[in-house]
Protein backbone atom coordinates (compact mmCIF):
# COMPACT_ATOMS: atom_id res chain seq x y z
CA UNK A 1 0.00 0.00 0.00
CA UNK A 2 1.89 3.10 -0.94
CA UNK A 3 0.78 6.40 0.98
CA UNK A 4 1.04 9.90 -0.05
CA UNK A 5 2.11 12.02 3.25
CA UNK A 6 1.45 15.04 1.82
CA UNK A 7 0.68 18.69 3.77
CA UNK A 8 -3.21 18.04 2.43
CA UNK A 9 -3.35 14.17 3.43
CA UNK A 10 -1.93 15.12 6.83
CA UNK A 11 -4.09 17.93 7.28
CA UNK A 12 -6.94 15.46 6.50
CA UNK A 13 -5.61 13.10 8.78
CA UNK A 14 -5.97 15.40 11.34
CA UNK A 15 -9.39 16.67 10.86
CA UNK A 16 -10.31 13.19 11.03
CA UNK A 17 -8.83 12.12 14.34
CA UNK A 18 -9.89 15.47 15.78
CA UNK A 19 -13.48 15.16 14.69
CA UNK A 20 -13.91 10.60 16.14
CA UNK A 21 -16.97 10.89 18.32
CA UNK A 22 -17.45 9.21 21.84
CA UNK A 23 -19.67 6.27 19.70
CA UNK A 24 -16.37 5.24 18.22
CA UNK A 25 -14.49 4.23 21.09
CA UNK A 26 -13.19 7.58 22.12
CA UNK A 27 -13.62 9.62 25.22
CA UNK A 28 -11.81 12.23 27.47
CA UNK A 29 -11.42 15.74 27.20
CA UNK A 30 -10.66 16.45 24.05
CA UNK A 31 -13.81 14.26 22.56
CA UNK A 32 -16.15 15.61 25.47
CA UNK A 33 -15.02 18.70 24.26
CA UNK A 34 -14.53 20.05 28.03
CA UNK A 35 -10.79 20.22 26.23
CA UNK A 36 -10.37 22.49 23.02
CA UNK A 37 -7.68 21.75 19.98
CA UNK A 38 -5.82 24.55 20.93
CA UNK A 39 -2.45 24.75 21.65
CA UNK A 40 -0.96 27.29 24.22
CA UNK A 41 2.48 26.28 25.98
CA UNK A 42 1.54 28.18 29.29
CA UNK A 43 -1.57 25.73 29.75
CA UNK A 44 -0.84 22.61 32.06
CA UNK A 45 -4.47 22.00 31.95
CA UNK A 46 -3.89 20.78 28.42
CA UNK A 47 -0.66 18.75 28.85
CA UNK A 48 -3.12 17.01 32.00
CA UNK A 49 -5.54 16.72 29.35
CA UNK A 50 -2.96 15.60 26.05
CA UNK A 51 -1.38 13.01 29.11
CA UNK A 52 -4.70 12.12 30.34
CA UNK A 53 -6.43 11.06 26.76
CA UNK A 54 -3.01 9.49 25.79
CA UNK A 55 -3.69 6.64 28.66
CA UNK A 56 -6.93 6.55 27.96
CA UNK A 57 -6.20 5.23 24.21
CA UNK A 58 -3.75 2.33 26.83
CA UNK A 59 -6.11 1.98 29.77
CA UNK A 60 -7.14 -1.54 28.61
CA UNK A 61 -4.05 -2.76 28.95
CA UNK A 62 -3.61 -1.23 32.73
CA UNK A 63 -5.68 -4.18 34.23
CA UNK A 64 -5.80 -3.81 37.90
CA UNK A 65 -4.36 -0.06 38.60
CA UNK A 66 -5.99 1.86 41.21
CA UNK A 67 -6.60 5.43 41.54
CA UNK A 68 -5.81 6.97 38.25
CA UNK A 69 -6.33 10.98 38.19
CA UNK A 70 -5.12 13.41 35.43
CA UNK A 71 -4.30 16.00 38.23
CA UNK A 72 -2.07 13.33 40.24
CA UNK A 73 0.92 11.20 40.26
CA UNK A 74 2.33 9.96 37.36
CA UNK A 75 -0.15 11.76 35.27
CA UNK A 76 0.79 14.87 36.72
CA UNK A 77 4.43 14.73 36.87
CA UNK A 78 4.22 13.54 33.31
CA UNK A 79 2.25 16.18 31.82
CA UNK A 80 4.29 18.87 33.86
CA UNK A 81 7.84 17.14 32.11
CA UNK A 82 6.07 17.62 28.86
CA UNK A 83 4.85 20.90 29.38
CA UNK A 84 8.94 22.08 30.67
CA UNK A 85 10.12 20.78 27.14
CA UNK A 86 7.44 23.16 24.97
CA UNK A 87 8.80 25.71 27.41
CA UNK A 88 12.82 26.05 27.11
CA UNK A 89 13.90 26.47 23.81
CA UNK A 90 17.01 24.70 24.05
CA UNK A 91 15.19 21.80 26.06
CA UNK A 92 16.04 17.93 24.68
CA UNK A 93 13.32 15.50 23.54
CA UNK A 94 14.01 12.92 26.49
CA UNK A 95 11.53 10.12 25.50
CA UNK A 96 13.63 7.12 27.30
CA UNK A 97 13.39 9.52 30.38
CA UNK A 98 9.49 10.05 30.24
CA UNK A 99 8.77 6.49 29.74
CA UNK A 100 10.65 5.54 32.65
CA UNK A 101 9.67 8.27 35.11
CA UNK A 102 5.96 7.30 34.09
CA UNK A 103 6.96 3.47 35.00
CA UNK A 104 8.42 4.58 38.27
CA UNK A 105 5.81 6.85 39.52
CA UNK A 106 2.62 4.47 38.28
CA UNK A 107 4.55 2.20 40.95
CA UNK A 108 4.72 4.68 43.56
CA UNK A 109 1.39 6.05 43.19
CA UNK A 110 -1.22 3.21 41.76
CA UNK A 111 0.83 0.54 42.95
CA UNK A 112 1.25 -1.08 39.27
CA UNK A 113 4.04 -2.41 37.46
CA UNK A 114 3.59 -0.93 34.22
CA UNK A 115 5.21 -2.16 31.14
CA UNK A 116 7.69 0.20 28.66
CA UNK A 117 5.68 -0.97 25.70
CA UNK A 118 2.37 0.67 27.80
CA UNK A 119 4.58 4.11 28.96
CA UNK A 120 5.70 4.70 25.13
CA UNK A 121 1.61 4.41 24.05
CA UNK A 122 0.67 6.78 26.95
CA UNK A 123 3.92 9.41 26.09
CA UNK A 124 3.58 9.12 22.22
CA UNK A 125 -0.03 9.33 21.78
CA UNK A 126 0.16 12.24 24.52
CA UNK A 127 1.90 14.53 21.91
CA UNK A 128 -0.14 13.37 19.23
CA UNK A 129 -2.64 15.22 20.77
CA UNK A 130 -0.60 18.01 21.25
CA UNK A 131 0.16 18.21 17.11
CA UNK A 132 -3.28 18.06 16.14
CA UNK A 133 -4.05 21.40 17.97
CA UNK A 134 -4.35 24.79 16.52
CA UNK A 135 -1.47 26.43 16.45
CA UNK A 136 0.67 23.38 17.31
CA UNK A 137 2.23 23.76 13.79
CA UNK A 138 4.85 26.29 14.76
CA UNK A 139 6.38 23.13 16.62
CA UNK A 140 6.58 20.91 13.61
CA UNK A 141 9.96 21.58 12.69
CA UNK A 142 11.36 21.59 16.50
CA UNK A 143 9.75 20.15 18.70
CA UNK A 144 7.30 17.78 17.09
CA UNK A 145 10.12 16.68 15.07
CA UNK A 146 11.60 13.72 17.44
CA UNK A 147 8.62 12.62 18.21
CA UNK A 148 8.36 8.71 17.66
CA UNK A 149 5.72 7.12 16.52
CA UNK A 150 2.66 5.38 18.86
CA UNK A 151 3.25 1.77 18.45
CA UNK A 152 -0.36 -0.29 18.13
CA UNK A 153 -1.98 -2.72 16.07
CA UNK A 154 -2.26 -0.58 12.72
CA UNK A 155 1.15 0.79 13.13
CA UNK A 156 2.64 -2.30 13.91
CA UNK A 157 1.04 -3.83 10.67
CA UNK A 158 2.23 -0.86 8.62
CA UNK A 159 5.32 -1.58 10.04
CA UNK A 160 5.36 -5.39 8.64
CA UNK A 161 4.30 -4.13 5.24
CA UNK A 162 7.89 -2.50 5.26
CA UNK A 163 9.69 -5.18 7.10
CA UNK A 164 8.22 -8.56 7.18
CA UNK A 165 8.63 -8.61 10.51
CA UNK A 166 4.97 -9.14 12.58
CA UNK A 167 4.97 -7.84 16.27
CA UNK A 168 2.02 -7.95 18.06
CA UNK A 169 0.84 -6.98 21.78
CA UNK A 170 2.59 -3.51 21.80
CA UNK A 171 1.89 -3.16 25.88
CA UNK A 172 4.37 -5.86 26.38
CA UNK A 173 7.15 -4.37 24.18
CA UNK A 174 10.33 -4.43 26.38
CA UNK A 175 12.68 -0.86 26.01
CA UNK A 176 14.95 -2.99 23.51
CA UNK A 177 12.14 -3.93 21.26
CA UNK A 178 10.39 -0.78 21.12
CA UNK A 179 13.94 1.10 20.66
CA UNK A 180 14.92 -1.30 17.41
CA UNK A 181 11.43 -0.78 15.99
CA UNK A 182 11.14 3.17 16.53
CA UNK A 183 15.14 3.68 15.10
CA UNK A 184 13.79 1.69 11.99
CA UNK A 185 10.98 3.74 12.08
CA UNK A 186 13.09 6.79 11.53
CA UNK A 187 15.36 5.55 8.99
CA UNK A 188 11.95 4.93 6.30
CA UNK A 189 9.97 7.84 7.53
CA UNK A 190 13.04 10.15 8.08
CA UNK A 191 10.94 13.08 9.70
CA UNK A 192 7.61 14.43 10.59
CA UNK A 193 6.88 11.05 12.06
CA UNK A 194 3.65 12.02 13.78
CA UNK A 195 2.05 13.75 10.29
CA UNK A 196 2.97 10.51 8.49
CA UNK A 197 1.22 8.16 11.51
CA UNK A 198 -1.84 10.12 11.41
CA UNK A 199 -2.56 9.13 8.02
CA UNK A 200 -0.52 5.17 8.80
CA UNK A 201 -2.94 4.86 10.77
CA UNK A 202 -6.45 5.57 9.64
CA UNK A 203 -5.37 3.64 6.35
CA UNK A 204 -4.38 0.34 8.08
CA UNK A 205 -7.42 0.75 10.38
CA UNK A 206 -9.47 0.76 7.63
CA UNK A 207 -7.99 -1.96 5.97
CA UNK A 208 -7.72 -4.27 9.01
CA UNK A 209 -11.59 -2.92 9.84
CA UNK A 210 -12.37 -4.06 6.73
CA UNK A 211 -10.41 -7.23 6.46
CA UNK A 212 -11.88 -8.68 9.46
CA UNK A 213 -15.66 -7.58 8.78
CA UNK A 214 -14.99 -10.32 5.74
CA UNK A 215 -13.98 -12.99 7.58
Known amino acids: MKLEYSEKAKQSAISEFRD ?6 KRGPFYNRTQEWDFEKDDLELFKNAVWQGYLDASRTFAGIKGTNKDEGAFLNL ?9 EEESEFTHDKWCKDFIRDIKNCNDYDARYGQAQKVVNMAFKYLYCCNGAEIYRDSKFNECHMPLDQFTLAWFFTEEGILYQEWSWFSEDLYNKVKERIREILKEDILGKELIIWYEYKDSIVNLKKTH
Open 20 to 25: KKIGDG
Open 79 to 87: AKSIKKYFD
